[in-house]
C-alpha cells in the first residue's frame, strides 16, 4: 500500500512513524447509461436496450501500479442483449469494452462502465490502458523510493463517449445505429497531497484528502519531472481506429480518439 511518514507531535517528543494507506480507485464518477431507443430485433420485439456508458472520470492512486485487478472482467451477460444483436448482425466482432480498466477497478457487469467496441478499436483501447499502466508503476515506484515527500503521484483518467452513432444513416432496423464512433481518452499525471494543507497536525494521521494537484512543470518544475517524461509512450502508427493523439504539456498529459472502424 502507498506509504505515509507521519511526523511526531513536537510538543511530546517521539519517532517518526510510516504508516501504509491504500490509494487505489480514490474517486470514480459515471455519466448516464444510455438508450438508443426500441429496437425490433430483441424478443419479444421492440425493447429498450441500453447501449452503455456516456462518461467515466477516475483518479487513480499509486497502488494500481502493483497490477493487481481491482474490478472485473466482462463475461456473456454483460450489455446484454445488445452485444449479441450487434454480434449477429453483420461480420464486424463487437466488444463489451470497459470505460474504467478492470485492473482499475472497473465493473464488466455494470452497463454504465461499458461501450460497444469493434475489435480492432478495443484492441487500441489496451494500447493507451497499458501506457496508463506503466505511468501508475512509476507512480508507485516513486513512493517506494521517495517516502518523504509530502505527496503522492497518481493518473487523472477521463473517458467520454461520443454521441454520434457508428452507423453512417441511423435507423433503428441498424444495429450499428445503437453503438456509438468513438471513445475519448484524456489522462496525464496528478500529484495527491498525503496530509491537508490545513487541518488536523500531521502526528493524528487525519485520512487523505482526496483532491489533486497539477503537477508543475514551468514554474518551479517538480523534482520527478525528468521520470514522468521518461515513461515509455504508445507510438500512433497510422491507423483508422485512433485520431488525435496528443502527447499534450512537457509530455504529461495526453489525450486520443478511439474510434471504431469506419
Given at each position: 500500500?502507498?506509504v505515509?511518514?507521519?511526523?511526531?507531535?513536537?510538543?511530546?517528543?517521539?519517532?517518526?512513524?510510516?504508516?501504509?494507506v491504500?490509494r487505489?480507485?480514490?474517486?470514480?464518477?459515471?455519466?448516464?447509461?444510455r438508450?438508443?431507443?426500441?429496437?425490433?430485433?430483441?424478443n419479444?420485439a421492440?425493447?429498450?436496450?441500453c447501449?452503455?456508458?456516456?462518461?467515466?472520470t477516475?483518479?487513480?492512486?499509486?497502488d494500481?501500479?502493483?497490477?493487481?485487478?481491482?474490478?472485473?472482467?466482462?463475461t456473456?451477460n454483460?450489455?446484454?442483449?445488445?452485444?449479441g444483436?450487434?454480434?449477429g448482425?453483420?461480420?464486424?466482432?463487437?466488444?463489451?469494452g470497459?470505460?474504467?480498466?478492470?485492473?482499475f477497478?472497473?465493473s464488466?457487469?455494470?452497463?454504465?462502465?461499458?461501450?460497444p467496441?469493434?475489435?480492432?478499436?478495443?484492441?487500441?483501447?489496451?494500447?493507451y490502458?497499458?501506457h496508463i499502466?506503466r505511468?501508475?508503476l512509476?507512480?508507485?515506484?516513486?513512493d517506494?523510493?521517495?517516502q518523504?515527500?509530502t505527496h503522492?503521484?497518481?493518473?487523472?483518467?477521463?473517458?467520454?463517449?461520443s454521441?454520434?452513432?457508428?452507423?453512417?444513416?441511423?435507423?433503428?432496423?441498424?444495429?450499428?445505429?445503437?453503438?456509438?464512433s468513438?471513445?475519448?481518452?484524456?489522462?496525464?499525471?496528478?500529484?495527491?497531497?498525503?496530509?491537508?494543507?490545513m487541518g488536523?497536525?500531521?502526528?493524528?494521521?487525519p485520512?487523505?484528502?482526496?483532491?489533486h494537484?497539477?503537477?508543475?512543470?514551468?514554474?518551479g518544475?517538480d523534482?520527478?519531472?525528468?521520470?514522468?517524461r521518461g515513461v515509455?509512450?504508445?507510438?500512433?502508427?497510422?491507423?483508422?481506429?485512433?485520431?488525435?493523439?496528443a502527447?499534450g504539456?512537457?509530455?504529461?498529459?495526453f489525450?486520443v480518439?478511439?474510434?471504431?472502424?469506419?
Amino acid at each position: 500500500m502507498a506509504v505515509r511518514k507521519i511526523p511526531p507531535d513536537p510538543l511530546v517528543g517521539g519517532r517518526v512513524r510510516k504508516t501504509d494507506v491504500r490509494r487505489e480507485v480514490i474517486t470514480s464518477n459515471y455519466g448516464v447509461t444510455r438508450s438508443y431507443g426500441a429496437c425490433p430485433h430483441t424478443n419479444p420485439a421492440n425493447q429498450m436496450v441500453c447501449t452503455g456508458g456516456s462518461a467515466m472520470t477516475a483518479l487513480l492512486g499509486p497502488d494500481l501500479g502493483d497490477g493487481q485487478r481491482r474490478g472485473s472482467p466482462t463475461t456473456q451477460n454483460s450489455l446484454q442483449p445488445l452485444m449479441g444483436l450487434l454480434n449477429g448482425f453483420g461480420a464486424k466482432k463487437w466488444k463489451a469494452g470497459h470505460l474504467l480498466n478492470a485492473e482499475f477497478g472497473g465493473s464488466g457487469l455494470s452497463d454504465r462502465n461499458l461501450t460497444p467496441l469493434t475489435s480492432a478499436a478495443n484492441n487500441a483501447h489496451k494500447v493507451y490502458e497499458g501506457h496508463i499502466k506503466r505511468m501508475l508503476l512509476l507512480c508507485n515506484q516513486i513512493d517506494r523510493a521517495y517516502q518523504d515527500y509530502t505527496h503522492w503521484y497518481g493518473v487523472l483518467y477521463t473517458v467520454n463517449v461520443s454521441a454520434v452513432s457508428y452507423s453512417n444513416a441511423p435507423a433503428v432496423n441498424d444495429m450499428y445505429s445503437y453503438a456509438y464512433s468513438h471513445i475519448t481518452l484524456a489522462y496525464g499525471f496528478v500529484k495527491l497531497p498525503k496530509f491537508p494543507a490545513m487541518g488536523a497536525p500531521p502526528h493524528t494521521a487525519p485520512p487523505p484528502p482526496n483532491n489533486h494537484v497539477a503537477v508543475p512543470v514551468l514554474v518551479g518544475p517538480d523534482p520527478r519531472l525528468a521520470d514522468l517524461r521518461g515513461v515509455v509512450q504508445p507510438n500512433p502508427a497510422p491507423s483508422a481506429n485512433i485520431a488525435n493523439w496528443a502527447g499534450g504539456l512537457n509530455a504529461i498529459q495526453f489525450s486520443v480518439e478511439i474510434h471504431n472502424e469506419p
